[in-house]
């Protein structure tokens, strides 16, 4: 994977992801992706099928 390849995080506030964050930008990954539940509603399958389609 290039390192500025775009990486969708799930739950990058969270625990694991935001671990998961910080180890990508360590390794110089540079177009690391996180939206917040009131940017992207993972349970609404329409909106998510959306940002995929845009990113």
Not at 1 to 18: E, F, T
Not at 28 to 35: A, M, Q, S
Request: zero cysteines.
């Amino acid at each position: 994977m290039n390192q500025d390849s775009k990486i969708y995080i799930a739950g990058h506030r969270g625990l694991v992801g935001s671990a998961i964050v910080s180890n990508l930008k360590a390794k110089g990954y540079t177009n690391v992706i996180g939206k917040t539940h009131a940017e992207l509603d993972l349970l609404d399958q329409q909106a998510v099928a959306s940002f995929f389609e845009t990113e």
